[in-house]
Antibody
Framework: EEQLVESGGGLIQPGGSLRLSCVAS????????MSWVRQAPGKGLQWVST??????????YYADSVKGRFTISRDDSKNTLFLQMSSLGADDTAIYYC???????????WGQGTLVTVSS | DIQMTQSPSSLSASVGDRVTITCRAG??????LNWYQQKPGKAPKLLIY???GLLSGVPSRFSGSGSGTDFTLTISSLQPEDFATYFC?????????FGQGTKLEIK
């Protein structure tokens, strides 16, 4: 059974950094593009970043709102996706979901999410 | 960015009702449209891809249609487990964008 488990969220001060992790199981991780999607409390969904599979070039894509501050990466040997976040601001407060891409920007499996709260 | 607009924002209905949710794209997106269901405290769940493709395991009471700018999600006979929030999402261009959501509540 496909499963994604995020971790690394928490309370962080404005301007701080945080690294999220997402461990995958139940599927061949290295053949899939993976993404991060976030949801501010009580709000809608916002795509954050995508990393294609290594076999497809390992290309990265970012929302304008996080470009230059967030870095997506993966360790296929550990079936793990990462999101390194820096210069965090209140607008980054959200539940961050890791998601597998069935195909280009179609998210067929999601983790349970990890909450990031940026506050002093 | 392509703006996705859903209507209505909320909807009250009864078990057994037929319900339709509409999603409009700010420009033509062909059939690059997905639908998700989200229950409180849970992650979104993919229901429909490519405007009308039913994901394996999703009940056949769910259906999607549309192309270009106008799309619909229809639930033919509401079941208690269908009360949730539904989001459309375009994947025509980067960044992929979501509608604001339609909250389906029990009447």
């Amino acid at each position: 059974e496909e499963q994604l488990v995020e971790s690394g969220g928490g309370l962080i001060q404005p301007g701080g950094s945080l690294r999220l992790s997402c461990v995958a199981s139940g599927f061949t991780f290295n053949t899939y593009a993976m993404s991060w999607v976030r949801q501010a409390p009580g709000k809608g969904l916002q795509w954050v970043s995508t990393l294609s599979s290594s076999g497809s070039g390992g290309n990265t894509y970012y929302a304008d709102s996080v470009k230059g501050r967030f870095t997506i990466s993966r360790d296929d040997s550990k079936n793990t996706l990462f999101l390194q976040m820096s210069s965090l601001g209140a607008d980054d407060t959200a539940i961050y979901y890791c998601a597998r891409e069935l195909t280009y920007y179609t998210f067929d499996y999601w983790g349970q999410g990890t909450l990031v709260t940026v506050s002093s | 960015d392509i703006q996705m607009t859903q209507s209505p924002s909320s909807l009250s209905a009864s078990v057994g009702d037929r319900v339709t949710i509409t999603c409009r794209a700010g420009q033509s997106i062909s059939n690059y449209l997905n639908w998700y269901q989200q229950k409180p405290g849970k992650a979104p769940k993919l229901l429909i891809y490519a405007a009308s493709g039913l994901l394996s395991g999703v009940p056949s009471r769910f259906s999607g249609s549309g192309s270009g700018t106008d799309f619909t999600l229809t639930i033919s006979s509401l079941q208690p487990e269908d009360f949730a929030t539904y989001f459309c999402q375009q994947r025509f261009t980067t960044p992929p964008t979501f509608g604001q959501g339609t909250k389906l509540e029990i009447k």
